[in-house]
């Protein structure tokens, strides 16, 4: 047996030690759990005994307890005691949960296993198993988990030759890193020879790394990958003092001397080793945006045709950088302008297909930006003039993609006639284009369905998503990122017509695919355990619907996730439909302090929360909270704020103004 299954043993021996320590719940009887009888006991708890000793419990002869039973002392209620961390975990059944990246996926054997219905997996000799985090207990008490990781791949049946293999692994990297520095530098004329000392002295400062490294941390895959994230960020900062640095600083030299045109070609290049190369940390961003603000300087000199469109290329890079690097939308607005401005202007002289183009993009820039801010009718106005230069330019994919656009926006506007005819005009170029089976088309009928389902047209918006479905699976295979997309838009349909199951399925296979092809921790898995823990809370399955809101506020909560595209309303979502389950299982402090946590955010993220709808929902989930807990005054003073914003945004016939009113 291995150290991780010694362990596992240990916290888990004892399971006859359930009762032995009890809580007060109240003077309210549980809504669920079996209850207890048993007038010895009842009448110790009565008297404050919480805690009994081995031969104390037993003589009260009391068959096995789970953590959900209960008994009455009195008028008061008490429950066994759930202990916290290892202990809580030795006296119940166990859930192993094993995480499985891409490196440590198993053979599926489900076709000649004899378990009917489940699937099975082999894995090579030598996988080992590792303890990942503390074990835990299940919200209700009632089941404690194992997280485990896997460690395959295997070639050494010893802990030495298994740690000389991780370290011959990161040599390996190392030497990697260096090619694509080389690669790269080959690919822009002169700095193969001019970075030549730099592409040495990054591999030395990793070599030197590698070598450094305890062999200790290389034994467990905790210490191997805090190693591994070590190796990055060192290439990282190589690479910005090495590399990126000093071409910037080249630049500044040509400029000095009045070499515009190489000064220009030098810091793009140090801008491109920076986005190319480096990683995507918060320090590299700003950097990239505060060198892109120091090209546009440089290239404010420019006169004549070509000076112009080079000025307005730099203000269009430095628009997107702000976008894309720093989510600095009132920034980027005015650069996108003056990029459009200037390009015109050369446009008018020197028409050609390639700078039409190039305004074309810098509308439908512009447009992305305006309905990320919610500025849509601004946003139509834009891709309307981007729509107009791809079909005089006939650019069949870009103009079939304007008209997505539009529907997009027009679904923003809920003007759902308009989005669904903005999309068939999408699908329509594409099959004239591509055919009917392309995935292009497997995305416009996507799109149709999803305006179908809004229309209230389920049984249509069916057909289409199950149309997609199969072209994504027969053009892509079945483990696509873009068949993980189609399962999620066919889930919410099938909700909406009442087959949860099918949508709980659908939502499953979703989840499998994306834990593949991204890692269990990415935003988009967090997105649909997030809506897997919906559709178990629509069939009143509180326990799976809880697990799966918590596995999706956990990954939501990491700084990485939410520097991929989560923001706190995402989290606030999450938090929200959590407290609802704690609400409706009893939990009324945990609920409370949930809500509260929901309404902050909320605050920090509405310019005017007293306008925002959702915030009434909150205010109206907080009342019933404090109805039960018998604070009738806050019960009050949240049911009004609810009152007021329904009120104010839906008027006052709407039933839920009505029901608010009482």
């Known amino acids: 047996m291995s150290t991780a299954n010694k362990q596992v043993a240990l916290w888990f021996a004892g399971m006859e030690a359930l009762g032995l320590k009890w809580r007060e719940v109240g003077s309210q009887k549980p809504s ?7 007038q010895a006991l009842a009448g110790k708890l009565e008297q404050q005994q919480l805690e009994f000793t081995k031969e104390e419990w037993d003589q009260f002869k009391l068959p096995t307890l789970s953590y959900d039973s209960y008994i009455k002392a009195g008028n008061r209620y008490f429950k066994p005691a759930a202990e916290e961390g290892k202990e809580a975990t030795k006296h119940l059944p166990t859930l192993y949960v094993i995480e499985v990246g891409k490196m440590s996926i198993g053979a599926n054997i489900a076709d000649i296993s004899q378990f009917e ?3 099975e997996f082999v894995y090579p000799m ?3 198993l590792e303890l990942s985090k503390e074990p835990e207990l299940s919200p209700d008490g009632k089941v404690s988990t194992i997280y485990l990781k896997l460690t395959v791949n295997q070639r050494s049946t010893t802990v030495e030759d298994a740690e000389q293999a991780r370290r011959r692994f990161l040599t390996r990297l190392a030497h990697s890193l260096q090619w694509s520095l080389r690669n790269w530098a080959r690919q822009h004329a002169g700095l193969a020879q001019r970075l030549r000392p730099q592409t040495v002295g990054v591999l030395r400062c990793l070599l030197d790394e590698v070598c450094d490294v305890d062999l200790a941390l290389l034994n467990t895959n905790e210490g191997y990958g805090k190693v591994f994230v070590r190796i990055l960020h060192l290439w990282e900062n190589s690479l910005m003092q090495l590399v990126v640095e000093p071409l910037w600083q080249d630049g500044e030299q040509e400029a000095a001397t009045g070499r515009t045109d190489e000064s220009i070609l030098r810091f793009e290049q140090a801008i491109d080793a ?3 190369l480096c990683a995507n940390g918060k320090e590299v961003r700003d950097r990239i945006v505060q060198m892109r603000r120091l090209l546009v300087e440089v290239t404010d000199g420019g006169e004549g045709l070509e000076g112009k469109w080079k000025k307005a290329l730099a203000k269009d890079l430095l628009a997107r950088s702000l976008v894309e690097e720093q989510n600095e939308f009132q920034q980027a607005i005015p650069l996108f302008k003056e990029a459009i401005e200037l390009c015109s202007e050369v446009c008018a002289v020197d028409s050609s297909p390639d700078r039409l183009g190039q305004v074309a993009c810098n509308h439908a820039n512009l447009a992305t930006v305006f309905e990320r801010m919610g500025r849509y009718e601004d946003a139509l106005a834009q891709i309307q003039k981007s729509l107009e230069l791809f079909e005089s330019l006939d650019q069949p994919q870009n103009v079939a993609s304007s008209h997505d656009l539009i529907g997009n926006l027009r679904l923003h506007q809920n003007h759902l006639k308009g989005a669904l005819d903005a999309y068939h005009k999408g699908l329509e170029i594409r099959i004239r284009v591509w055919g009917p089976r392309h995935p292009d088309v497997a995305k416009s009928r996507d799109h149709i369905g999803t305006v179908l389902h809004r229309m209230g047209r389920p049984q249509e918006a069916l057909v289409q998503h199950q149309q997609a479905l199969q072209m994504f699976i027969e053009y892509h295979g079945p483990d696509h990122p873009s068949v993980a997309t189609s399962y999620g838009l066919l889930a919410q349909v099938l909700t909406e017509t009442q087959d949860v199951e099918g949508a709980i399925d659908a939502t499953h296979k979703q989840l499998k695919i994306e834990s593949r092809a991204f890692g269990t921790d990415h935003p988009r898995c967090a997105e ?9 809370l629509q069939q009143g399955r509180h326990d799976k619907a809880l697990f799966q809101l918590q596995r999706s506020l956990e990954i939501k909560m990491k700084p990485g996730c939410q ?3 989560q923001t706190p309303l995402d989290i606030a979502k999450t938090e929200e439909y959590i407290a609802v389950i704690y609400q409706e299982q009893g939990h009324l402090s945990k609920a409370l302090e ?8 909320k605050k920090k993220a509405y310019n005017d929360d007293d306008m925002a709808y959702d915030m009434a929902a909150t205010y109206n989930n907080m009342a019933v909270v404090y109805q039960k807990l018998g604070n009738e005054q806050r019960a009050r003073e949240m049911g009004t704020k609810a009152h007021n914003i329904f009120l104010k945004t839906l008027g006052p016939d709407h039933p839920f103004t009505k029901q608010t009113s009482r």
């Open 32 to 38: 669920k759990g079996q209850e207890v009888k048993n």
């Open 117 to 119: 219905g489940e699937e």
């Open 563 to 565: 520097n991929r595209g």
């Open 274 to 276: 920076a986005v190319q």
């Open 528 to 536: 649909t355990m997030h809506q897997l823990g919906l559709c178990y």
């Open 594 to 601: 949930m809500f509260k946590s929901v309404v902050e955010t």
């Open 126 to 128: 030598l996988t080992r």
